[in-house]
Structure formats: C-alpha cells, structure tokens
C-alpha cells in the first residue's frame, strides 16, 4: 500500500494547452492525443449547452463566433489549459482591460494566505516579460528544454526538436507543451507502477525509482485554489465557461479572480461584485443572474475557509477544534480528530465528492471517541475532519482500484471486488464533476464498466451512453445495440466454458444487467426488435 500511495502522490501536476508548438511539430508521439483533444473539443462545442450558449449569444446582437471555442487553435483545445496558475498571465497578456487596482489593498489571496494579490499582479506581468525576453534571446526556446530535463527524472525527459520546429512557435507555447507531456508520461508511468504494484512485482529500476522521489517531492500547486474558487463563483452565476474560446474564458476568470479576491477581504469589500458581475456578462455576452451571484460569494468564502481547515497541520487542527467548541480534547479525541481527517485521504475525494461510507466512517470514528452530536456536526462543517477533492489523485485511485476490482474478480472473490468497484466508481465521481480534464469516451465506457462491478446499472447505462458522444439519433442506437450485443456474445461463451470460474459467470450477469439498465434508460430510444434482441440470455 506504502508503494501506491508512494506512485499516486506526484500526479497533482496541473494540465496544460498544448500550445503552439503541437501545430508546428507533426508525427510526435503526441499527435494522437493533440487528435482525440480536438475530439473532444468539436463534441463540445457541437454539445446542446454550448449551441444554446452561443443563440442566446446571437439573440444580444454579438457574433458567438468571437466568443465559441476554437478547436482548430491549439490554444483553445485542452480546456485544462485554464486550470494553471501561469494561465492567469493572460490577464495581461490577451490584451482585454484587466483592472490590477482591484488587487490594491485588498488583503491576502484566499488560496493559502501565504500570497498577496498585488504580488499576483506582480508575477503575471513578470512572466510576460520572461516570455518576451526568451522570445527575443537566439538560445532562448532551446535553453527552456536544458532546463527543463535538468529539473527532471530521466524518464520524464523530452527530446529537443530542430531548430527549425523551435522557431516555429514561442517560449510561452514550449512552456505549456513541455508540461503536458510532464503529465501525460508521468499519469502513464504512475499506472503502470501501480500495475507493478498489484501484481506483487514492484521490483523497481534505478529509473523508476528515482521518478517515484521525484513524485514525492511534488506539492500540489495551491495557487490552484484561487482559480478554483473563481471558477466555482462563475458557474454558480450561471457562466458556461466550456464553451468559450481560451481568450474569452479567460478574461472572465480574470475577472472573478479579482471578485474572489475582495471576498477574502470580507463582507465589507462584497460591494464590488455588482460591478465585476457587469464586466463578466459583457464578456460572457449573456444576461447573469446577480442573486446567484450573491449565493456564489458566500460559496466560495465556505470554499476558502473549508480550503485553509484542509491545510492544517495535526498540531493547528487539533487547536481549532478545540477553539470551535469551547473544550480541551482528550487524547482519544485528538487522536479521532486526525483519523477522521484521513478518512479517505488517498482518494481525491473531499468535501461535496465524499461517498456516504466516507461520511459514516468519519462519524463513526468521532463518536466512538466520545465527541457529541452536535460537536461532530460542527467539526464536519468547519472541514476540521475532512479534506478538498483532488481530481488527479481521483483519477489515480479510481485506476488504481479499478485494477484491483478485476484482479479479485478474476479471483473469484466477488465481494471484495465489489468494494474496490464501488470505491473506484466514487473517485470518479470527483474526475467527472473536475472540469480541469477533458473526457473521452473511452473514460466514460471504463466508468460504465466500473459502476456496473459495482452494482450501479443505473449510473453505468448513463455512462455507457454518454460514451457514444460521437454518434446521434438511429446510428448511436445501433452502435450501442452493436457493442452490447457483441460483448453478450463473447461472455456468454467465455461462462459456458467455464461453468465453474465464479469471476466469468459474475462478469456475464454483470453484463446482463448492464443491458437492462441501458435498455431502459431513457436517454436511449431503440425499436423493439433490438431491445428484444439485448434482453435474451
């Protein structure tokens, strides 16, 4: 357990655009990813929320297209682009009026309280100057690449492109590229480490190793948690962020970072957000509703609070409980506290992802050690027990135990393979609500696939569809109705000849079920031939 918990603790990097540089530089490993991103992005954009965005848009008298995403621009494919802290440079970069004064006495940022606003301003414009100088420098692009292999392990080093590739595009496009294959060859190692790990064979290589300290070095970016909260403020008034293009978007992000920011101060500074509202639906090109943008700010200033209780250290945290409710804790108390606070620690899961078992085993814990109703109560609502989702450790685990799930299955112990199902399906839960990752449909059929070991037909069918984004009315019906069938056939086979394995004749009702439930979904209209053909044995 020391050695996965060791793999899944570096995936906390933050996705990047690809850049420029992916649209200069062909037949890399990485065209294919570049390819299903631009996927996703046409799914995206084509989805019914976006078309209905951009008619709003259009019925204002502006040009959505000014506004729509841009999936043949690699700077408006990943969408996760907008979730690094070094993407709020575009605050001064794009060009839109970012009003830096509203950082001017302000106060500390919500994120941790270690940064100030004004020394936010301050890096934005110090990393367009950066990228500048780099432009100008002949060695400039080429030197971003020594550096970045210097900083790390061997097998999360690049190749440097030609000369000619680099002169095709900025410091600023090398900086994004460069971290996304940093995230993709790292989630792709830590998988296959974990794999090491399931199958007892974790034996590993000098390489490997020296990755796996690497990865335990790495923090989690807290300057995320700023642009988190701003992103949560924008949803609740209603903004549909996905289906701006990468500018747009992130002009308003601007705007809800400096909006978030006055509500670290506290109520007295709430006045202002009428007026960044305003700024926010002139950009958005639609009408927002400011009730629920006075819901959002008392959101987000519980975000941020929840955001520093998850942050302290057992010594703090056993200190505010104790300020909280009025009583010194006893030694089992204070002991409870923390193992109540790393209930589900590894999961990615935190306030509003936690599954009831994490909530009833946080309880749990609490009373046995003597705490009250009404203390637990309190305790959970002030995070002092809990802790923020993450969705690259979901992601992580939800894989991981994933695996595990098949390797029981495969076993025959059923029982446990469903915990492990059940609790994969729960982390991904935080993956599919994270908009920082873009899914495919292949995430959502694997999810399909983990909700039914779990016993969750109805959540799997909804999954199952959704993993046929690609196809609409009678097609997507018959590529359904195609897999399903298909897939019936094989096991059926596959428990025939092997009356007596307990995982194949498991896995087949599995799969039975899965078509009752995806049959019966709404969502999907099938004629009665094939609905009749899914449902025989």
Known sequence: MKLIVLVMTFLLLPL???????????????????????????????SKECKDLYSQIRANGENPEDKALKCSD????????????????????????????????????????????????????????????????????????????????????????SAAALAKTSCGGIKATLKQQQTLKADELSLNLNR???????????????????????????????????????????????CYNSQQAAAMVCEAIADVGTLAAGPTAWAVKATRLQNIAKIAGVSLDAQKAASASRAVATAADLEKAAKLSNVERIAAAEKSLGRALTAAEKKALID??????????????????????????????GFSETERNLLMRQGLAGSVSNGSSARTF???????????????KTAEAKQSFRSAADSFEVVANDVKFAKSDRDYWVAAKINANAERY?????????????????????AIFEALNREKQELRVISAKNPSSVGAQTTYQTHRKLIEAVVNNPQLRLSDALRAELLKP
Not at 16 to 44: F, H, R
Not at 216 to 221: A, E, G, N, S, V
């Open 340 to 369: 109540a606070h790393e209930v589900a620690a590894q999961t990615g899961r935190g306030y509003g992802t936690y599954s009831a078992t994490d909530l009833k085993n946080k309880a749990d814990i609490l009373k046995t050690a």
């Open 196 to 242: 090491k790990v399931l199958l007892q064979k974790a034996n590993f290589s000098s390489e490997e190793k020296e990755f796996l300290d690497w990865g335990q070095k790495r923090l989690p970016d807290s300057q995320l948690n700023l642009l988190q909260a701003a992103k949560a403020k924008l949803k609740e008034v209603g903004v549909k962020l996905d």
């Open 74 to 161: 690699a700077s408006g494919v990943s969408r996760a682009f907008e979730n690094s802290w070094s993407y709020t440079s575009g605050c001064v970069i794009g060009g839109w009026n970012f009003v830096k004064d509203t950082f001017v006495g302000v106060g500390t940022a919500i994120a941790d309280g270690a940064e100030s606003l004004g020394k936010f301003a301050e890096d934005v414009e110090a990393e367009h100057a950066a990228n500048l100088a780099c432009d100008n420098d002949p060695n400039g692009r080429s030197q971003l690449f020594d550096q970045y292999n210097q900083n790390v392990p061997k097998l999360l080093q690049v190749a440097k492109p």
């Open 398 to 412: 939800s894989n991981t135990m994933r695996l595990q799930g098949e390797k029981l299955l495969s076993s025959g």
């Open 16 to 46: 990047l655009t690809w850049g420029e540089m992916c649209s200069s530089v062909s037949n890399t490993p990485y065209d294919g990813i570049k390819a299903l991103s631009q996927n996703y992005c046409e799914q995206l954009k084509n």
């Open 458 to 478: 109805d959540k799997a069918a909804d999954y199952f569809i959704k993993s046929y984004s690609k196809e609409t009315g009678s097609s997507k019906s018959e």
